[in-house]
């Protein structure tokens, strides 16, 4: 029982770890300003404009953070395989899809394919150990 409540709370850390790695996306960043206008809209408060475009000046400084904490839990993950190959393909998915250079901006259609098929795949891979491990009573994966 203590083996299964340590990896959740590894699985929520992940999880956690793998939405912060997006984080420098133009995208997300977008979502996450049309979210607070939508609950401000719930509550009542009308709002014009975009009241987290201060956050598209500071992109490219968090996709760099997002990219070099990816380097790291690579590093982490080689050394002590601790951290699943799994999360892994689905942050560097994300990072490829949210890369805001305007140089490779021409290739964004690109990408966004690429890194939304290895984020993709990640989650594919995710379900599928998930599903294993189910039917096969193994206790954890990687």
Do not use: D
Request: proline share 2%; glycine share 12%.
């Amino acid at each position: 029982m203590e083996t299964k409540k340590k990896e959740k709370v590894a699985g929520i850390a992940g999880s956690i770890s793998g939405a912060a790695s997006i984080l420098g996306s133009w995208q997300v960043c977008h979502s996450v300003c049309l979210g607070l206008i939508a609950l401000l809209g719930l509550i009542g408060i009308t709002v014009t404009g975009m009241p987290l475009f201060f956050l598209t000046k500071i992109a490219l400084p968090l996709w760099i953070i997002a990219v070099v904490l990816l380097m790291g839990l690579v590093i982490v993950s080689h050394w002590k395989q601790c951290i699943s190959k799994n999360l892994l393909l689905f942050n560097s998915g994300l990072i490829i899809a949210g890369t805001p250079f305007a140089a490779v901006q021409k290739y964004a259609i690109v990408l966004w394919t690429v890194g939304g098929a290895l984020a993709l795949v990640g989650i594919i891979l995710f379900i599928a150990e998930r599903r294993k491990t189910k039917k096969g009573g193994k206790t954890h994966g990687t």
